[in-house]
């Protein structure tokens, strides 16, 4: 079993800044990536960042400069750093775990609510 429990959501102004969290529980061992994807409506989920276990980081382009992912191994935690949030960054968050269990397995969060909005 495993769970993944996000905060850290919610309405921000053009240009503020918000972080996520999501903390993983149950039997998490093997990971290959823990990250966060993102969708908007009427589009299509899409990766934001992920953050693989040996520490190597990758970024959708669209947020290179302004989002930081990092790790908290002793919590198993991620946190999505964002910073000069645009209103194109409106979308319900995800969080991701994928597990290596023969095949990739992937566990997904409840989504949370980031809106950028004046």
């Known amino acids: 079993q495993v769970q993944l429990v996000e905060s850290g959501g919610g309405l921000v102004l053009p240009g503020g800044s918000l972080r996520l969290s999501c903390a993983a529980s149950g039997s998490i061992f093997s990971m290959l990536f823990m990250g966060w994807y993102r969708q908007a409506p009427g589009k299509q989920r899409e990766l934001v960042a992920r953050i693989s276990n040996d520490g190597s980081t990758n970024y959708a382009d669209s947020v290179k400069g302004r989002f930081t992912i990092s790790r908290d191994n002793a919590k198993n935690t991620v946190y999505l750093q964002m910073n000069s949030l645009k209103p194109e960054d409106t979308a319900v968050y995800y969080c991701?775990?994928?597990?290596?269990?023969?095949?990739?397995?992937?566990?997904w969060g409840q989504g949370t609510q980031v809106t950028v909005s004046s």
């Open positions: 991701n775990l994928q597990l290596i269990r023969i095949i990739i397995r992937n566990y």
